[in-house]
């Protein structure tokens, strides 16, 4: 085989450009095996062989004892910590959450982050066509490389933020192990059993490791922890923080929003209810005053204890991958996997919400006679007031907003069970001694079944009340009989099924050099066909909106497939004959042609520079043009509804602007500001894909040094400047419903301005007393409208010395390996519509806007002592404080939180070698047992808890605070064995 093809070097991991000392995590690799005489390896970012480990563009690396010192399992846990990464969908997710892990780079969204496994494309799960991490066996990672900045010239499409590559291990023998971890606290357990066997056959020509996993992970319930038991809020509406709730109660109640003409004598909000309950049996009518829900407080339902905290998983996960060399320097490689993922939503039961027709004839003997009297006299106002009007009339049926949740259902919850497999088969070798070819074809398929327990029908439950069906008694706790609750319940389910194909062919190697001093010249030219294909199919149930519980929405079906011609060039001009250490130039560029009309054919390039003049100091910088096509989701989405946390501003909102604006779109002028048209946080809106979206562009900088002084051996640092912008961003119109009504309502107030549209007259976006409710609500589709940019310095140093002291070791010295990686995030801006004066500044800051918290300094740090066989590991997580993004509002003034405090973990692991062939670790995270503060409350059920940083009410994501970003289980431990013969 010709010495310019090496397969153990174009598998080497753990490379860090310019670095030069190994250590044990988040290392920067040395540079063996990557000899000028001996091989060639390529790094991530790039096609073209190499024979040293740097480039132009900074990338951090997560070797894989990281992965056995942090006592992880999934994926996941170990790639949220990088300073590089905003959390994703996590193990925390519950809801919102869809049973999957994500990687979010930058903060920039998961659509825009490139998975790789050993350089090529990984199978996505969804229609956004985005990896679950979940996919990926952690037990074979070798490293995972993370490149900053678009890099879509080297890999198309979905590159704008960045690339992360998994890199796996050959394995020579039989590797078996396992591990088990549990809470302090005796619950969350996990537990992960997997083995691999690899060997060489026909001589050594070829080689083969096939791998299987078993994985499991036990539920935990907020109810479970003392800071997440109470759903918490108030503070939005100006209130106290208390125990919130939901306003959708267990006993049932009806409330009179007015007649058809708002002409009954009763003010809207009269409600009536069951004898006997908190509050209702007496026709009693609310204190209006705005911002004033406490007065409900006794009768709120707390939904938080039976959410899952942890969500539970099963996982079997086996594969395989071979190589042979069917002919001298010529070899055939494969890739096959498999995996069968099932993982649990757990909500509250469901909340009966909306307008419904009662029919007082059938309804009457559930409620007291004060409520019988009060509700026949309504009905006969509103008979004698639609008479003089000339309005139809049902006699004997009354509209009403019905609230009722359905706890004989126990809980709602969603089964996702996920089967994907990937297929790979390519050639590849030497053509001659400066020329190698690589061409593949990979196909990847996941399909997904969901399952949905404890729905209700919305025409059933209608039936029950108007009298075309057997009477449903809603008024009371328990009192749907099973009988009853057996008339208005449904089952729902829908499947996902998701596609990628990939065949790619290229050719690298050298052109000679340049006479200067520098090293050959290296290239890569290719080209490469990807077809992608997803569809969400949705039971009848779903399709038809005939659902209470988890969102309906219509079915989703589409693919496109892109052909596209890519090069790259490493030019090395100068080296040490020309007086300096080197200096290089690369460039890459790819054109690639959509078959979506809107996109059609696009150029993406990037261009760097390495200048290095003496040994000591690399200076580096690099750009790169990158675009991201839209996936299936955004271009052909079926239209559906849900429920994001939002603020009307209508509801309480003040000033001549405003009202005038709120009226114009349908609410009631004596309503504006009264706090009577949003009943509850989350405001639902119809969402969808609009098929004439276009590409996303983004603009990407990053220049930096690499300092390894030879007065100090062993030590490596790179610091290097970020700077990411991406235009025509797809996001939902306005940025979400939160930002659209915002915008509106609040800035532009002209509902004739095209960023009102969804709001306008005729849209039915209101209902008619003003309310955004689920059969009145905006539609809000996908748009290539904002805008993105992030900005900052990442900072890495690496430390690698012996120290004189030793227990277990006859030379009376061990190993001392420092690590720190870090981030200081400049920017990381969102702006809702380009060219508007709105710039959501979230660099430091958390919230409805902002969302999961980015602090301005993240880092993480390990410390490791290696004693012979023993290693003993110290790793420092660090998160800066964050503050909300609401700037109109001083959450402390309401015992809320303005600020989450800085945030410090700390994690302790031993790994110990039995003998060459059992290793054994142990460990403990968070050994402080940091959690989220427990909250105290008065006799009122206000938070009387001066919170630590990290209990939040409405400003929360889930179970009161952000779970996927701080610690939510408490001190952890984990033992684990590994085996290997």
């Known amino acids: ?56 563009a900074p990338v951090a690396v997560v070797d894989s004892e990281e992965f056995e010192l942090s006592g992880t399992v999934n994926v996941e846990n170990v790639v949220n910590t990088l300073p590089q990464v905003v959390p994703g969908t996590t193990s925390f997710s519950n809801n919102p959450g869809n049973g999957t892990a994500t990687l979010n780079l930058r ?80 619950d969350a357990a996990r537990y992960e059993v997997h083995g691999a066997i690899g060997t060489s056959f026909d001589d050594g020509r070829g080689s083969a490791t096939v791998y299987a996993e078993y994985y499991n992970r036990d539920s935990l ?90 969500l539970p998983q099963e996982r079997y996960l086996m594969g395989g991958y071979a190589d042979y060399e069917f002919s001298d320097g010529h070899e055939f490689y494969t890739e096959v996997s498999f995996v069968n993922n099932r993982v649990a939503q757990e909500l509250a039961a469901t909340p009966v919400t909306g307008n419904f027709n009662i029919d007082l004839a059938t309804q009457l003997q559930f409620l007291v006679p004060s409520d019988q009297q009060q509700l026949l ?37 969603s089964l996702d069970e996920r089967s994907a497999f990937r297929v790979l088969g390519g050639v590849r070798g030497a053509i001659n001694d400066n020329l190698n070819y690589d061409a593949y074809y990979m196909f990847a398929r996941t399909r997904n079944s969901n399952i949905q327990a404890g729905n209700i029908s919305r025409s059933a439950f209608q039936a029950g009340l108007d009298g075309t069906a057997t009477p449903i008694n809603i008024f009371g706790l328990n009192t749907l009989t099973p009988a009853m609750f057996q008339q208005i319940a449904i089952q729902a389910q829908n499947s996902d099924i998701s596609s990628m194909q990939v065949a790619s062919a290229s050719i690298n190697g ?50 496109y497939d892109v052909r596209e011609l890519f090069a790259e060039l490493n030019i090395p001009i100068l080296g040490p004959d020309a007086g300096v250490e080197k200096l290089d130039v690369t460039a890459a560029a790819r054109y690639s042609d959509y078959s979506l009309d809107a996109v059609g054919g696009v150029w993406t390039y990037a261009g760097g520079i390495e200048f290095a003049p003496v040994p000591d100091i690399t200076l580096r910088a690099q750009y790169q043009r990158a675009v991201r096509a839209p996936n299936v989701g955004e271009l052909f989405g079926g239209r559906a509804i849900g429920f994001p946390p939002a603020t009307d501003p209508c509801n309480l909102g003040t000033g001549a602007a405003l ?34 979206l276009g590409e996303e562009t983004s603009d990407s900088y990053t220049f930096g040094v690499v300092l390894e002084p030879q007065f100090v051996p062993g030590l490596v640092i790179t ?48 209902s008619p007393g003003g309310a955004i409710t689920t059969a009145n609500n905006p539609l809000i589709l996908a748009a290539n409208i904002a805008n993105q940019e992030v900005s900052g310095i990442d900072l890495q140093v690496n430390y690698g010395t012996t120290i004189p002291f030793s227990l277990l070791t006859d030379s009376g010295e061990q190993q001392l390996n420092l690590s720190f990686l870090g981030t200081w995030t400049e920017k990381s801006n969102f702006t809702p519509v380009q060219g508007f004066a709105t710039v959501n500044e979230c660099a430091g800051r958390f919230g409805t806007t902002c969302g999961e918290p980015t602090p301005k300094y993240k880092w993480t740090s390990r410390a490791t002592f290696v004693d012979g066989p023993l290693t003993t590991s110290f790793r420092w997580r660090h998160l800066s404080g964050v503050r909300d993004d609401n700037d109109g509002v001083d959450y402390s003034q309401f015992n809320g939180v303005e600020r989450i405090n800085a945030y410090d973990l700390l994690d302790i692991s031993f790994s110990f070698e039995v003998n060459e062939n059992l290793t054994i670790a142990m460990g403990v995270d968070n050994v402080f047992d940091t959690l989220p503060q427990t909250p105290s409350f008065d006799a009122a059920g206000n938070v009387t808890t001066t919170s630590n940083g990290t209990l939040l009410g409405d400003n929360q994501e889930q179970a009161n605070t952000y779970p996927s970003t701080y610690n939510v289980l408490g001190r952890d431990f984990f033992v684990s064995a590994n085996v290997k013969f």
């Open 510 to 559: 050298f052109l000679g050099n340049l006479g200067m001093g520098g090293d050959d010249v290296g290239f890569a030219v290719g080209a490469e066909y990807r077809k992608v294909a997803s569809q969400f199919i949705p039971d009848t149930a779903l399709s038809s909106g005939d659902v209470i519980g988890f969102n309906a929405g219509l079915p989703t079906e589409g693919s």
């Open 221 to 310: 319930f907020q109810g479970d922890r003392a800071f997440s038991n109470f759903a918490l809020g108030g503070e939005t509406d100006g209130d106290q923080q208390y125990q919130f709730g939901s306003s959708t109660l267990p006993n049932g109640v009806l409330r009179y929003l007015g007649g058809a003409n708002g002409n009954t004598g009763l003010p809207a909000g009269t409600e009536f209810g069951p004898a006997g309950a908190s509050g209702f049996g007496t026709g009693v009518v609310f204190d209006n005053t705005p911002g004033d829900f406490r007065q409900r407080a006794g009768d709120l339902y707390n939904y938080a204890p039976v959410n899952y905290l942890q």
């Open 107 to 186: 903060g920039l969204g998961s659509q825009r982050t490139l998975v790789l496994v050993n350089g090529r494309r990984w199978m996505s799960y969804d229609t956004a066509q985005i990896v679950d991490l979940n996919t990926i066996p952690s037990f074979l990672l070798d490293s995972v490389d993370v490149v900053t900045g678009g890099a879509s010239a080297v890999y198309g499409s979905d590159a704008l933020a960045g690339v992360v590559n998994f890199r796996l291990k050959d394995v020579d023998g039989i590797e078996m192990g396992g591990q088990y971890s549990i809470t302090e606290r005796g």
């Open 377 to 413: 006299d309504i009905d006969a106002a509103e008979t004698a007031q639609n008479a003089l009007d000339g309005v139809a009339d049902d006699p004997g049926v009354v509209n009403f907003f019905v609230q009722r949740r359905t706890i004989e259902a126990s809980r709602r919850n």
């Open 719 to 766: 610091a290097d400047y970020f700077n990411i912008s991406i235009d025509d961003s797809i996001s939902v119109f306005g940025g979400g419903l939160n930002n659209a009504l915002d915008l509106c309502f609040n800035q532009v107030q002209d509902i004739n301005d095209p960023i009102c549209a969804p709001f306008a007259p005729g849209t039915g976006a209101r």
């Open 1 to 56: 085989m010709s010495n310019r093809f090496n397969k153990a070097a174009l598998l080497a991991g753990t490379i860090m450009a310019g670095a030069m000392v190994a250590t044990p995590a988040y290392a920067q690799e040395n540079t063996d095996g990557a000899d000028a005489d001996d091989g060639f390896i390529v790094v991530t970012g790039s096609r073209i062989q190499r024979r040293n480990v740097d480039s132009p």
């Open 659 to 692: 009202t005038a604006t709120c009226v114009a779109s349908g609410v009631p002028a004596n309503e504006v500001g009264q706090g009577n048209i949003q009943p509850n946080g989350q405001i639902p809106a119809t969402f969808g894909g609009f098929a004439g």
